[in-house]
C-alpha cells in the first residue's frame, strides 16, 4: 500500500510538473524573475541618487517578491491569445477537453443538414488512426484513445489539437501543447480553415490534410 501510495504521489507530481509547463507557469516566472533584476539594477542607483532612505529600496524589493506567487497564479489561470486574454482550458484528469467537445457536438461523425459543411481529413505523412475522415462537427486530435483522430508518438499531446465549427467557419487550434502545431511551417495557436491545408502534429511529426468538402452543386 505504501509503495502505491508513493507512485501515486509521483505521478501527481509529474502530472502538475508537466502541467505548469503547459500553462507556461515557468516561463512566466523566469521572465519575472529577469525583469525584477533588471528593476533592481535601474531602481538601486536611482533611489541612491535621490537620496531616499534606504527603505525605499526595501519597498521595491518587497513588491517584487510579492509579484512571483500573483504572477504564477495568473499565468496559471490565464493565457494570451488570438482573441486577447483568455481562461486557460483545464487538462485535469487528460479528458477534460475531449468531454466538452463530445457534449458541444454530440454528433461529430458525418455532416447534418443543418449543420457546417464537413472537413475531410487525410494522413500525408506518418501514421494516424483513422487515415482517412470525414466530420461534421469538432474533433480532437491527439495521443489519448478517446480522440477522434489518435497519433501514437510519444511527443503528441493526449489531446493535441481541435477542429472546431463555431456557427460561422472552422477553426484549427493548437491545444497549448509543447510540441506544437504548425500550418505551413508555421507554428499557430488559433487560425480559421479557409482551405485545404496540411497541419503538422509536433514539429516533424505526422502531417494531417484537412480539406473543407466542396458544397454540393445547384441542381
Known sequence: MGRQDREGRLASLGTFIVELRRRRVIRTLIAWGIVSFAVLQVAE??????????????????????????????????????????????????????????????????????????????????????????????????????????VRQPFVSRQHLRVEFDGERWWIEDLRTLSGTYVDGKAIRRIPLTGAVEVEVGQGGPRLSITPATPPAAG
Do not use: K, Q
Request: hydrophobic share 45%.
Open 45 to 150: 542607483p536611482i533611489l541612491h541618487a535621490l537620496h531616499l532612505p534606504d527603505g525605499a529600496l526595501t519597498g521595491v524589493v518587497v513588491v517584487l517578491a510579492a509579484g512571483f506567487p500573483v504572477t504564477a497564479v495568473l499565468s496559471w489561470l490565464f493565457d494570451i491569445g488570438p482573441r486577447g486574454v483568455e481562461r486557460t482550458a483545464s487538462a485535469r484528469g487528460g479528458d477534460d477537453t475531449l468531454a466538452r467537445t463530445t457534449l458541444a457536438a454530440p454528433t461529430r461523425r458525418g455532416a447534418v443538414s443543418d449543420g457546417p459543411m464537413p472537413v475531410l481529413l487525410r494522413v500525408a505523412r506518418g501514421e494516424a488512426e483513422p487515415a482517412e475522415a470525414r466530420f461534421g462537427g469538432t474533433f480532437v486530435v491527439g495521443r489519448s484513445s478517446g480522440c477522434d483522430v489518435r
